[in-house]
């Protein structure tokens, strides 16, 4: 091997890198990110901007969780206790001490991350190293409990009935206004832009990590653990050091969404059913895509906000007709029918097969193999 | 540590755990408690047995279960409303007839949720065997489908369960409160651990679904229709949980479409902690799980739901396989 020629592995890295800007990919990259940076300009309503940036919110935690589960192959049950760790640090930060500041809103980050780190550090050392379904219930019980604090601390979280934080500076509602480049902006639009510019930062800190040889080491521990561990690689460490990052970032969301709705409680940070809206998020996108979760977000969360429209529209379009309306109110009969049939027909999501689509004749595995 | 010092550590524990309670609660108090602990225990224990058959011994994470639990309560339901309506069955004093409604609503949930289960098996869990992951999302999409099945068929709402005259009220037995019917259920609960102890370990069917669960395609080489097998072994869970469903209807004497959804967290608490497969470790499980949760709703009644998953983390830690689990 001469010393100063590059590998063929470098120089097939460096040709991939040249070429980035000419791959279609990224200008849908580039195309997601103007739509999402466009929609306060063009929204005619609230209810739209609100829409996007919560897709953003949900998209980042969705790569966050596919980090782990569809990058690492660990399953847990308990990303969504990180989302609430980070929405309470932050609306506990600003709200219980005293003070509204851009240094509170920093504290309560960085004491949410903090916290995030160490209780996920501590459930991995302790379970990492049982079966992988006793980790997904060990982590199901840990979320739990934090949803049982989160509720019965009433002094400190305001209980069910949550906390709504006031945001310091441009953030707040009281905030005049500005211009910028001669369009005039508001707390909200601000607010906007700077939850988007820190979910595209995530993404491409999240996308620099699956990338890095660390990423790498995860996806060979995720294909086949005992081999990797056979090559040399403490599997544990790397287990964790994925789990433990994809907690951070999940925690950071947190904060975000805390940040954008002004408002936390158990219900809506906390507990199983958001931890299932992520899981159905990251599978209807595609495991170990990464930006598969802004699919799934988008067609999740739209369907939600658009479905007692469209019940109301039938209402309206057949008056009277009780079959229709009965129909209409099982809704969920045809959405658990639609589930089962895109599991068994699409299991990679929608990224994944129209990835396979491109790449044929596919080399990889089937479907990516999850820890047993 | 050693195996046999950690399993005496860990004994000595659960003793403990469970005596701990005497120090703040009157002896007399804590009888009942531990009366009313027992007979939850084993009707917790009466929806996971199923859920052991195919969680524990299958290894199908089958989130259905508790879909099954619901409609097992609703068709009891629905056969004791009508035959009371008929012919006064539930309300009438007679030990008989009271026992035969039970007995014919038991016999008709088996029948409808092992056909249920047989559905399942065939249709959705078949393709998904030794995957996790898919394992989850299918069962969960039919979770949803046949709560919502449920609901058309039966209606939204809450509905009373009748009760047996002679399965209601209590006996008093020197100062301590035996309710009736958890009596009943112990007892069921008794006779299902001891049929399933019986066909897993002493027929010819049992060793062939335990050989099978070790090594499939040894036991296909052998000549036996392994999947037939294991379609039986998920119709068997499926009525199971029917039963369980029943009888926890008539002990909470009210029927609720998403009522399997709050006791599938308890399922798999208790097989977990009982340990993968083994029937014994589930009957410990549950009635461990219902122990402590009568004594802390007892003492402290913010914590009860707590007290469970704390006795899951517990015990994992001192035996990750669960305290009857092979050690894999």
């Not at chain 1, 020629?5 to 980035?20: F, I, K, L, M, N």
């Not at chain 2, 798999?268 to 340990?275: A, D, E, L, Q």
């Amino acid at each position: 091997m001469t010393p100063s020629g590059p590998t063929p592995v470098q120089a097939a890295r460096e040709a991939a890198r040249r070429g980035r800007l000419r791959q279609p990919t990224a200008w849908l990259r580039l195309g997601i990110l103007a739509a999402f940076a466009l929609v306060p300009l063009v929204a005619p309503s609230f209810k739209v901007t609100d829409l996007a940036l919560k897709i953003a919110l949900f998209a980042t935690l969705a790569a966050s969780y596919d980090v782990v589960i569809g990058y690492t192959g660990i399953v847990s049950f308990g990303h969504a206790m990180y989302f609430g760790i980070g929405a309470y640090a932050v609306a506990l930060a600003l709200g219980k001490l005293g003070g509204v500041t851009y240094g509170h809103l920093g504290l309560g980050f960085l004491a949410g991350i903090l916290v995030s780190a160490a209780v996920a550090a501590l459930i991995g050392a302790f379970s990492l190293r049982v079966k992988a379904i006793f980790f997904a219930m060990i982590t199901l019980a840990f979320a739990e409990f934090a949803l049982i604090l989160a509720v019965q601390w009433t002094p400190l979280t305001g209980g069910e009935d949550g906390l709504s934080p006031r945001l310091p500076g441009v953030f707040a509602v009281s905030w005049a206004g500005g211009q910028f480049l001669g369009v005039p902006l508001g707390a909200r639009s601000v607010t906007y832009y700077a939850v988007l510019a820190a979910c595209l930062a995530l993404f491409l800190v999240m996308s620099r990590f699956v990338h890095s040889p660390l990423g790498r080491t995860l996806q060979a521990i995720r294909d086949n653990e005992l081999r990797a561990e056979a090559l040399g690689y403490r599997t544990f460490v790397f287990q964790l050091a994925a789990s433990s990052f994809g907690s951070v970032v999940a925690t950071v969301v947190g904060g975000l969404y805390a940040v954008w709705v002004r408002y936390v409680n158990p219900e809506s940070t906390l507990g199983v059913p958001i931890m299932l809206d992520v899981l159905l998020m990251v599978i209807i996108g595609g495991l170990g895509t990464l930006y598969g979760g802004i699919v799934g977000a988008a067609v999740l969360l739209t369907a939600r906000t658009l479905l007692p429209d469209l019940r109301a529209l039938g209402a309206a379009l057949a008056p009277g007709s009780e079959i229709l309306q009965r129909l209409a109110d099982r809704w969920l009969l045809y959405f658990g029918v639609l589930f089962i049939l895109v599991v068994f027909f699409f299991p990679k999501g929608v990224l994944g097969t129209l990835r396979e689509a491109r790449s044929r004749p596919a080399s990889e595995p089937a479907r990516p193999p999850i820890r047993t | 540590m050693t195996q046999v010092t950690k399993t005496r550590l860990l004994v000595l524990i659960t003793v403990a755990l469970l005596l701990a309670p005497l120090l703040s609660i009157e002896p007399r108090t804590y009888l009942t408690l531990s009366v009313a602990g027992l007979a939850m225990g084993m009707l917790i224990f009466l929806v996971a047995s199923g859920l052991t058959l195919i969680f524990g011994l299958m290894d199908v994470l089958n989130f259905a279960h508790g879909a099954l639990f619901s409609w097992g309560a609703f068709v009891g339901f629905s056969i004791a409303v009508s035959l009371d309506r008929r012919f006064h069955w539930a309300t009438s004093g007679s030990v008989g007839a009271n026992l035969l409604i039970l007995l014919l609503a038991l016999t008709a949930t088996v029948l409808v949720t092992a056909a249920l289960g047989l559905l399942l098996e065939r249709v959705i869990v078949r393709p998904v065997y030794g995957q996790h992951l898919f394992q989850i999302l299918i069962t969960l999409g039919a979770t949803i489908v046949l709560e919502e099945l449920i609901r058309i068929v039966w209606g939204p709402n809450d509905q009373v369960m009748p009760v047996p005259l002679t399965l209601q009220g209590s006996w008093d037995v020197a100062d301590v409160v035996v309710l009736r019917f958890p009596v009943v259920a112990i007892g069921l609960g008794l006779l299902v651990y001891a049929g399933m102890r019986l066909v897993l370990n002493r027929t010819r069917v049992g060793l062939i679904v335990r050989a099978g669960v070790e090594n499939g395609e040894m036991v296909q080489v052998m000549g036996h229709n392994l999947s037939r097998y294991f379609t039986g072994v998920f119709a068997a869970g499926s009525g199971l949980a029917g039963v369980g469903g029943l009888m926890w209807a008539m002990f909470s004497q009210s029927v609720r479409p998403a009522m399997g959804g709050e006791q599938l967290v308890f399922a798999f608490i208790v097989v977990i902690i009982g340990g993968l497969g083994s029937v014994t470790g589930s009957l410990v499980g549950a009635l461990l799980v219902g122990l402590s949760y009568n004594y802390v709703a007892f003492l402290l009644p913010k914590a009860a739901i707590g007290v469970n998953m704390a006795l899951m983390v517990l015990i994992l830690l001192l035996r990750p396989t669960g305290l009857f689990g092979a050690g894999k």
